[in-house]
C-alpha cells in the first residue's frame, strides 16, 4: 500500500532551479570576481576562459555532455531529466548573472563564503534528486558503489585538478581555491550525510524477486524471512531494508512494479551501525 505521497515534478523542477540560482549567485558574485579557481567542469571552464574568452556557461553545458550520458547509464531517468534541467539552468544563470563583488572583496571570504553558499545550492539539488552536472555525477556514481560521500569524492577529485591549476596560474590562489573548496565538501556533508533514515518492511508474495531487483537496482542488502498472512493464511516473505528518504519513491517504485498488492510499511530510523551506505 502507498505510505506517502510522491512530491509533484514541478515542485522539484521549482526547488532545483532555486538551488541552481544560489549555485550561480555564488560563482559569480563571489568566487569568480575574487580572480579563485574552482573545482570540476566550472574550474575547468576557467582554463578555458582564460585563453579563450567566451563565457563560462557555455563551456559548462558542452562539458557536461558526456556526464550526463554517464549518469543517464548509472543513476537512472529521473536524475538524469532533473539534471539536465539543472545544468541548462546553470549554464544560463552563470551567462546572464553579472560578474562582481558583492559583499565584500577579501579573497579569504568569498573562498569561504563561495564555497558554502554554491554547495548549498548543490547540496538543494542533489536532495531533490538531481545533480548541477560536472563531478556532482561522477562523484554520485562513485559513492553509489563505494562507501564514499558525495563531499569526499569531489574533494579527492578536486585537488587533483587544483594542484595542475596551481602551475598553471598562481600558487597563492590555488591555496585560497583549495579552501573553499575545503569549505564546499563539509558544506555538502552536512546537507548529504544527515538525510533521514528510513526501515521499510515489505510484506509480499514476491519477496525473493523484489529483493534482486532492490540489490541491483539500488545496490542496497536485504533481510527476509518467511512469514503467513494472518487473515488470508498464505505464505508470504516480510523483506527488511534500510535507505535514505530521498531513495523511497525508486524503493516503491520497485515494489509497485513487482507486486503491486506488496504491503509497505517505513520506521524512522535515528542511526545505523554496520555497512551502510550513508548517502546516494
Keep these: 500500500m502507498p505510505v506517502k505521497k510522491s512530491r509533484p515534478i514541478s515542485l522539484d523542477m521549482l526547488v532545483i532551479a532555486i538551488g541552481t540560482f544560489i549555485t ?31 563565457n563560462i556557461g557555455i563551456f559548462y553545458f558542452i562539458l557536461n555532455i ?69 563531478l556532482d555525477i561522477l562523484s554520485r556514481v562513485i559513492s553509489k558503489y563505494k562507501n564514499v560521500s558525495v563531499g569526499k569524492a569531489s574533494l579527492i577529485i578536486n585537488l587533483v585538478i587544483i594542484v595542475i591549476s596551481g602551475f598553471i596560474f598562481s600558487s597563492e590562489v590555488a591555496l585560497y581555491t583549495i579552501i573553499s573548496i575545503f569549505a564546499s565538501m563539509k558544506t555538502y556533508d552536512v546537507i548529504l550525510n544527515h538525510v533521514n533514515r528510513i526501515s521499510v518492511l515489505v510484506i509480499t508474495e514476491k519477496g525473493q524477486e523484489v529483493s534482486e531487483v532492490i540489490n ?39 515494489v509497485e512494479t513487482i507486486d503491486s498488492d506488496a504491503f509497505v510499511s517505513v520506521i524512522s530510523t535515528q542511526n545505523v551501525i554496520g555497512r551502510f551506505n550513508q548517502i546516494w
Design 216 to 254: 541491483e537496482k539500488m545496490h542496497r542488502g536485504t533481510t527476509f524471512w518467511n512469514a503467513n498472512g494472518g487473515y488470508t493464511h498464505k505464505d508470504k516473505t516480510v523483506l527488511f531494508c534500510v535507505i535514505v528518504e530521498g531513495e523511497f519513491p525508486q524503493f516503491k517504485k520497485i
Design 66 to 134: 558526456p556526464l550526463m550520458i554517464l549518469g543517464y547509464q548509472h543513476l537512472g531517468k529521473k536524475f538524469s531529466l532533473y539534471t539536465i534541467f539543472s545544468i541548462s539552468l546553470l549554464s544560463l544563470f552563470l551567462y546572464i548573472i553579472p560578474i562582481k563583488h558583492i559583499w565584500t572583496d577579501n579573497i579569504l571570504l568569498c573562498a569561504i563564503f563561495g564555497g558554502i553558499i554554491s554547495s548549498i545550492g548543490g547540496g538543494i539539488v542533489l536532495r531533490m534528486g538531481g545533480s548541477q552536472g560536472g
Design 24 to 54: 550561480a549567485f555564488a560563482f559569480n558574485m563571489l568566487i569568480i570576481p575574487a580572480k579563485l579557481l574552482s573545482g570540476g567542469l566550472t574550474g575547468i571552464s576557467q582554463f578555458i576562459n582564460h585563453f579563450f574568452p567566451i
